[in-house]
Structure formats: structure tokens, C-alpha cells
């Protein structure tokens, strides 16, 4: 099946600096990515969608300026965290279709192996 | 309100037997996923459904959608250590992909 690799797998950093996190597909191109949150016990939240050519959409409530989104290419999304907070730690997981995303049919999502950020 | 409910939140049975988890959707579903991830670590494919009535198997884990398309449950026979887990449920809302709360798996040996 179609591969999803992020990186950092996991990173620390202090409070008010700013973390990048990269999402790759591998082995196919991906024009939309999906960037989800996930805290301890809980389910993934979806943070918002990353469009390759264009501006990344965001779900209610996430802060666009500080989760900074950016889909240089066909094979790669970027995640920034910006001025991180200890309340920022948490796993992120970025999600690409292999396929047409928002088509009419299935397209299976292919999720990377997550990156976990701590903000001391 | 999450628009998809799992239940149970999390379970703990005794290796060799059966278990159910459920997921119910208050609008119908056009895709049903189902998912199973280690706490920390990246998410597994499990199944997914389309169509109403429709039920698929893999191994020991049988995942079905009911003729509404409004509820889903995954049947684990014969439960062994490595089915532990998170298992997600997972509806295509327009493109993107929304979750359940999840349901935690325990299996003791």
C-alpha cells in the first residue's frame, strides 16, 4: 500500500519557539493532506486541510496563524506550530488519499506514523 | 456533539472471547472506516464499508453496516493479545475523514 512518512517522529522544544513538521507520501502524489491532533486518550481531531497550490482550509476553532500550513509540493505538506505552548504537546498525525480527495468515490486514507511534539 | 459515538470507550476481556464495538452516526454514511492504532503510533486500515447491509471480514475481525448506514460494529472471535488497541471508526464527511471517540482495547491473557 501507499506510504505516509512524517518527521520529526518526536521532538521537544521550549516554550515560544516555533516546530515544523514535515508529512511526505512516498510513493504516490497527494494534492490534499490532512493534519490531525491527537491528545492523550482521545480520538484525532482534524486541524484542517492542506491544498498543494493553494491555501490550506482549517476546521472550526483551530488558529490559522499558529498552525501554519504549507503544500510546497505533490509529495509534501509542512505543519509549523508557531510561538508553541506547553498546551500545544500533543500527537500529531498528517493523513493523505491516494487518489482524488472529495471525489465520489472511496479513496482510502493513508496516515503517517505521527509526530510527537512536547513544549516544556 | 461528535457526530460519530463509539461504544463502548474502552474494554477489557479475557483472551478467547468475543467482543463488539459499535459506532453510530447521527446522518447517514458514505463511508465507513475502521481503524486500529497503538497508543502514539500511526493508524492501521482496517475495513471499510459502503454499502447498507454490507459486511466484511479479515482474519478474526468482521466489521458490518447496517441497511440504514447509520451504524456500524466491528466483531472481534476469539480475542488475542495482539487485537489490543485503539480502535477508531472513521466517516468520509465530504472529502475529509472524521472520528469517533475511540474504544480501548484490552486484551488479558
Known amino acids: 500500500g501507499a506510504v505516509v512518512s512524517q518527521h520529526p517522529s518526536w521532538v521537544i522544544c521550549k516554550s515560544g519557539t516555533s516546530v515544523k513538521i514535515e508529512c511526505r507520501s512516498l510513493?504516490?502524489?497527494?494534492?490534499?493532506m490532512f493534519w490531525y491532533r491527537q491528545f492523550p486518550k482521545q480520538s484525532l481531531m482534524l486541524m484542517a486541510t492542506?491544498?498543494?497550490?493553494?491555501?490550506?482550509?482549517?476546521e472550526q476553532g483551530v488558529e490559522k496563524d499558529k498552525f501554519l500550513i504549507n503544500h510546497a509540493s505533490l509529495t509534501l505538506s509542512t505543519l509549523t506550530v508557531t510561538s508553541a505552548h506547553p498546551e500545544d504537546s500533543s500527537f500529531y498525525i498528517c493523513?493523505?488519499?491516494?487518489?482524488?480527495?472529495?471525489?465520489?468515490?472511496?479513496?482510502?486514507?493513508?496516515f503517517g506514523p505521527g509526530t510527537r511534539l512536547t513544549v516544556l | 456533539s461528535q457526530e460519530l459515538e463509539q461504544s463502548p470507550q474502552s474494554l477489557i476481556v479475557q483472551e478467547g472471547k468475543n467482543l463488539t464495538i459499535n459506532c453510530t452516526s447521527s446522518?447517514?454514511?458514505?463511508?465507513l472506516y475502521w481503524y486500529k492504532q497503538k497508543y502514539g503510533e500511526g493508524l492501521i486500515f482496517l475495513m471499510m464499508?459502503?454499502?447498507?447491509?454490507e459486511e466484511k471480514s479479515h482474519e478474526k475481525i468482521t466489521a458490518k453496516l447496517d441497511e440504514k448506514k447509520q451504524q456500524s460494529s466491528l466483531h472481534i472471535t476469539a480475542s488475542q493479545p495482539s487485537h489490543a488497541g485503539i480502535y477508531l471508526c472513521?466517516?468520509?464527511?465530504?472529502?475529509?475523514?472524521?472520528f469517533g471517540q475511540g474504544t480501548e482495547l484490552s486484551v488479558k491473557p
Open positions: 464499508l459502503q454499502k447498507g447491509g
Open positions: 472513521g466517516a468520509d464527511k465530504g472529502g475529509k475523514l472524521i
Open positions: 492542506s491544498n498543494e497550490g493553494s491555501k490550506a482550509t482549517y
Open positions: 510513493d504516490f502524489q497527494a494534492t490534499t
Open positions: 493523513s493523505a488519499p491516494n487518489g482524488l480527495a472529495g471525489g465520489p468515490t472511496y479513496n482510502e486514507q493513508f
Open positions: 446522518k447517514t454514511l458514505y463511508g
